[in-house]
């Protein structure tokens, strides 16, 4: 009997586990999908009200009021931004509260990298913090480290 009860729990777990992974994939796509779509509500619906967004430039680390401001212009014209999934990956923790991700994406800027995470609410889950980036092939680091030189150096002193 006690068998038939583990294996019982370790499948609806599992299920659980594998449901979780599916919403959250559903919620990345049509957070995606939002932008594309130019819709605000819908996407900074699917944001946690404290959530942040990093942007490629090393100075953006939008808390969630400032991205709603600088993004809603774009938001206004009709053309956000559009990602599309190449490649993405889910993880969690079983009945966790928090899962994290990242995804390839093909993007106006090439391939780009996005990372994040998410957390379960009383509303379902919600991106907490993304991180997008500009993938540069491992032959072009030093062309691309050149060209970034001066304005990296100019927000190191800055920042010290």
Known sequence: ?????????????????????????????????AAAEANFQDYFDLMTKDGVFIGTDAT??????DFREFSKPYFDRGKAWSFKTLERNIYTEENAKTAWFDELLITQMGICRGSGVLQKTANGWKIAH???????????????????????QKLIEEKQ
């Open 60 to 65: 953006e680390n939008w808390q969630n009021k």
């Open 1 to 33: 009997m006690k068998k038939i009860a583990v294996i019982i729990f370790l499948f609806f777990s599992i299920t659980g586990f594998a449901q979780d992974k599916s919403k959250i994939d559903h919620i990345l796509t049509q957070w995606h999908k």
């Open 130 to 152: 993304y991180v997008f980036s500009i993938t540069i092939p491992n032959e072009n680091v030093a062309e691309i480290t050149q060209l970034k030189k001066e304005f990296d």
